[in-house]
């Protein structure tokens, strides 16, 4: 798609399917309507249950006063040498949800993801326990305070989309940040370095709007039935929007407002930001300046990584070894 696609405005996919890249579109295309709950990546219904718009919000309130809370702790102490992006998805979730009772923690763990099936399981057993203590996170608290299995069974699906999906965003955008760039020159600022990992690899590489009759009006090309995929994949790589755009550059950031430059979505369109953008900064930020305090690089010996275009878009494994200090 790189190849064959960068700098078209709107093409198709397939037969129900088209793709656009091109930011005045996009932006016409997101801004025509807001997403429905099957089209919200982090909250589309749970195990049947929908999630209201109000208890999203709500949520993701909790978990902002936790991360909050953790930033406002000093940082724990870490070797963060080895794996990435796992080994920084332990770190934070150490940082922000060490508290919490063990059945919630154990649906940090990425195994879980091997299948839904799996994930429901501990959720099922974790449920059906006596409710034991509170937990130190406002998030666990949602828990604590559900009556019945039914309720403690769905609190606990809410604790996993709202705590894992944000423990592991982070640390795969820090991991994509140094396997970008690292080892970094002093002056360069952590913030412009995610900001250029976010425009090279961005975490929602797609965003899918279903079929919709505002769009066919935006452009013919699109048909009544055609679902829309809106590709910052291709615009943030588009040399219409950005010079030199396959080169890491993260001192172009100095001179561009990541609010407002044309066709770069690593937090979705302004009509509707991801709720989490308020989180994922500081702690990436954090994390990276970790990374640079302890001189860490990818491991010379590491020459390729694998970047599955499944999910969130981010280096497979990248092995984190003492180097040079930044």
Known sequence: MLRERTGEDLFRIDHDTIGVAD???????????RATEVERPTFKPLHGRSIARPEAASVMHVTGTDVKAALGRPAPEADLAGPWPITGHT???DMILA?????LRMLMSRNLELTPKLTWSVIT??????RGRRGATGLAGLFADAKGYQDRRYAMGIYRRAAAPLCFTVSTLVANAVWL????????SN???IMESLRLLPPSWNILRRASPEYPAIDARIGERDDV???PLLSHRDPALFDDPDTFRPERWDHLDPDTAPGFLPFGHVSERCWGRHMVMPLAELLLDRIRRDGLVVDPRQRSAKVPLLGLLGVDEVRLVRGRRA
Do not use: M, S, T
């Open 99 to 103: 508290g919490d009772p063990r059945r």
């Open 181 to 188: 760039g690292a080892p970094f020159d002093a002056e360069v």
């Open 23 to 33: 930011p005045g579109i996009a932006d016409r295309i997101l801004g025509a309507r």
């Open 191 to 193: 913030k412009n370095v």
């Open 91 to 93: 770190y934070l979730r």
């Open 125 to 130: 057993v974790g449920a059906a326990l006596p």
């Open 229 to 231: 995929l809106v590709l």
